[in-house]
């Protein structure tokens, strides 16, 4: 168990938060901006945080950061951004994910950051939550960069969705941009998820090569889907907190 990690509600929502570092013996000082890392997860997956937790520790034991996990009652719904239909099973996507970034900005950041203005605040996600911290990266400028694992960028309309944000973007600061497929993911008789290597692939090349002041990388892990998910999400972390330029 890890002893740092607190479980909060925050309007109606569970949060895991779990603070490194964060003493000036670390190298903390008063210009230096902390990296916020916000990270969707599923409903009762304390023990998946606790995992990455563990690993960032391993990993990158004397980094300052904060990390916010929460959880979704609703999957399918809070992070689809848009209305779509079923692409396995019965259930399709609801499109709410603009309630969840409403309540991110007006109800978790304001509970979270105390000062806002000293953090460098990052989106994570796995699956369709790597959709969806993609999507509210392209949405707004609150955000320095966002981790995305085995994003669901197979998603219907979402290659259309980023060009245009590419296109309307115009952001000053440095931006980073942390993408990772499994090798396998692409290898599926589903014609609608069959696309997700092509699409991780395009999604790469529009928000990170076309794009100026983002540095950015593709990793492509060995397995498929639901290999590692703990290890990969830390993965993404881990790399934002080493390429970070506070």
């Known amino acids: 168990m890890i002893e740092e990690l607190t479980t909060v509600t925050i309007h109606n929502k569970t949060c895991h938060i779990y603070r490194n570092g964060g003493s000036s013996e670390n190298g903390v000082g008063e210009n230096r901006r902390l990296p916020v890392f916000y990270w969707g997860i599923g409903g009762e997956e304390r ?11 391993g990993q990158v034991p004397d980094a300052d950061f904060l990390l916010v996990a929460y959880e979704s009652e609703n999957w399918n719904d809070d992070f689809s951004p848009w209305t779509a239909p079923a692409v396995f099973g019965k ?11 409403k309540w991110l900005m007006e109800y978790c950041i304001p509970y979270i950051e105390a000062d806002a203005s000293k953090n460098a605040r990052f989106l994570v996600g ?7 911290s993609l999507w509210v990266y ?16 197979w998603y219907e309309g979402w290659i259309d969705y980023v060009q245009k944000a590419v296109e309307m973007s115009g952001r000053d600061e440095k931006n980073y941009i942390y993408l990772s497929l499994g090798d396998k993911e692409e290898k599926t008789r589903n014609r609608r998820m069959s696309m997700v290597g092509s699409n991780t692939k395009k999604v790469y090349t529009m928000l990170c090569e076309n794009q100026k002041n983002v540095e950015g990388i593709l990793v492509w892990n060995q ?7 703990d290890v990969r999400i830390a993965r993404g972390i881990d790399w934002i907190l080493r390429h970070f330029d506070v």
Not at 91 to 101: R, V, Y
Not at 138 to 153: R, Y
Not at 223 to 229: A, T
């Open 47 to 57: 023990a998946s945080v606790e995992a990455v937790v563990s690993c960032l520790k």
């Open 91 to 101: 259930e399709g996507f609801g499109g709410k994910a603009n309630d969840t970034l």
């Open 126 to 132: 796995y699956s369709l939550a790597g959709l969806f």
């Open 138 to 153: 392209c949405e707004c400028d609150d955000f320095a960069g966002a981790v995305s694992c085995s994003g669901s960028l």
């Open 223 to 229: 397995g498929g889907h639901f290999s590692e998910p």
